[in-house]
């Protein structure tokens, strides 16, 4: 199999009465939600009224997400992923995160069908990290981004002006700086990249390099290039020129520093990313002022926001659909049937 076809397998899109009737496919559509360097930190429990989400800590990058704010985030994403497509079904759904066992149940509840722009937009939604083209948005765009990105203790603000993009970009060129400096976050980040189409499909995780807008080479020339040529300088003259190109900032902050808000702020960026989708806009994360703990208030008071944490930091614009990244076969995501 090459890579485009791996990707239409992945990202086929579901008949609704499909999903409803093959709680599989529920699976597959909340495993095609964001997830921190496509690392998919989940595993699914299945039962006949509920699926229950538990988090992988086998997949946690401890380098970048030392206390799994970003893993925690990623669950919510998937859950967010697994509500709409529920309820495209004529499933509703119910969502209790038990703290103690740092587990998510989702349990389902017959009622009509009802699809949404959202759900259309899961099989679409990618991170694309190309240059936009810097046109701005809409009012209207700005609202309803906005109501998207909202929820239970978090809330979204949106970053316009050139001034306010120039100096998120300085934010982001010091985290860069911090956290190139960091031999153990380099290596972290060079063991979820996948040179080559190859090594991508073996693994159906990872950042495949055309993700990211680097050539699909052997592994071994594409770790010298890390080794000699990936620098803080060169990525923050990349990022400038991303940020800049961008048409706004959304920055998802919560009023509380624990997993039941980082669950929530990971669902609010997945609404958030779909509904810019349905837009025809693109999303990608610049979350380095958010990763590098003591910047992270640094960035917080030059956003007013207090004693909130902001959680997820999101580019916006207008650009051509990227390559997609791939995802790991049902397999090896689901433990189990149960009930």
């Not at 921190?36 to 009224?49: G, M, V």
């Not at 520093?257 to 929530?264: C, K, L, Q």
Request: net charge neutral; proline share 6%; charged share 25%.
């Amino acid at each position: 199999m090459n890579y485009q076809s791996a990707v239409q397998q992945v990202w086929r899109p579901a008949d609704p009465q499909g999903l409803r009737s093959d709680t599989r496919e529920l699976v597959r559509y909340a495993a095609l939600a964001a997830s921190s360097h496509n690392t998919q930190p989940w595993r699914f429990d299945l039962a006949p009224d509920r699926i229950e989400i538990h988090p992988d800590f086998a997949r946690r990058c401890p380098a970048v997400d030392p206390d799994d704010h970003h893993l925690f985030a990623s669950l919510g994403c998937a859950t967010e992923n697994l509500v709409l497509a529920g309820r495209a079904a004529g499933l509703e759904s119910h969502v209790c995160f038990d703290a103690d066992k740092a587990v998510l149940r989702v349990t389902f509840e017959d009622s009509a069908p009802k699809g949404s722009p959202l759900f259309e937009a899961i099989p679409i939604r990618q991170c694309t990290r190309t240059e936009y083209d810097g046109r701005p948005l809409a009012p209207d765009e700005l609202r309803v981004l906005e109501n998207a990105g909202g929820g239970r203790g978090v809330g979204v603000m949106l970053l316009t002006s050139a001034q306010q993009k120039d100096e998120v970009a300085e934010y982001v060129a010091a985290a860069n700086k911090v956290q190139f400096a960091d031999a153990a976050w380099a290596t972290e980040l060079q063991d979820w990249i996948r040179f080559s189409a190859r090594d991508a499909i073996r693994t159906g995780d990872g950042l495949y390099g055309p993700v990211m807008g680097s050539p699909d080479v052997a592994p071994w020339i594409g770790k010298l290039f890390m080794r000699f040529a990936f620098s803080a300088d060169a990525q923050n003259q990349k990022d400038s020129r991303n940020i800049k190109s961008s048409s706004a900032i959304a920055i998802i902050h919560s009023e509380r520093n624990d997993p039941a808000h980082w669950i929530e702020a990971g669902r609010c960026y997945e609404r958030l990313a779909l509904q810019a989708t349905a837009l025809n806009l693109r999303t990608a994360f610049i979350n380095q002022p958010v990763e590098v703990a003591h910047m992270r208030p640094q960035f917080a008071q030059y956003l007013g926001l207090g004693e909130r944490r902001p959680d997820l930091v999101v580019r916006i614009g207008h650009a051509p659909l990227a390559t997609k990244s791939l995802r790991r076969p049902l397999e090896e995501v689901i433990n189990a049937r149960i009930g």
